[in-house]
Nanobody, 124 residues
Framework: QVQLVESGGGLVQAGGSLRLSCAAS????????MGWFRQAPGKEREFVAC????????YHADSVKGRFTVSSDNAKNTVYLQMNSLKPEDTAVYYC?????????????????WGQGTQVTVSS
């Protein structure tokens, strides 16, 4: 059984930083595509970034490019999302997810396992 557990969310002022973690069990993440999504109140779930262990590929949404960085620690079976220069519009619940296949994707339908989410709130 796959379990994804996010942590690291919280309240931060605009311009600040947070690092989210997603600890995985039941699967070896280096063999899969792992993604980060977010959902703000009243909005649809939005792709943030993903990484594929095979080939070391990363992909970031334009809205976070240059500010957020996805990475992984295979020894810890954990994926991270380093978030810098945070803005109030980054406020959302952030979810990590494990993809069905080996292709990187920004489509939530291509992911089959999800964590419970962690709240990130950025104050202005």
């Amino acid at each position: 059984q796959v379990q994804l557990v996010e942590s690291g969310g919280g309240l931060v002022q605009a311009g600040g930083s947070l690092r989210l973690s997603c600890a995985a069990s039941g699967r070896t993440i280096s063999l899969y595509v792992m993604g980060w999504f977010r959902q703000a109140p009243g909005k649809e779930r939005e792709f943030v970034a993903c990484t594929r262990g095979i080939g070391g590929i990363t992909y970031h949404a334009d809205s976070v490019k240059g500010r957020f960085t996805v990475s992984s620690d295979n020894a810890k079976n954990t994926v991270y999302l380093q978030m810098n220069s945070l803005k109030p519009e980054d406020t959302a619940v952030y979810y990590c997810a494990l993809a069905k296949g080996l292709s990187t994707s920004d489509n939530a339908n291509d992911y089959e396992e999800w964590g419970q989410g962690t709240q990130v709130t950025v104050s202005s």
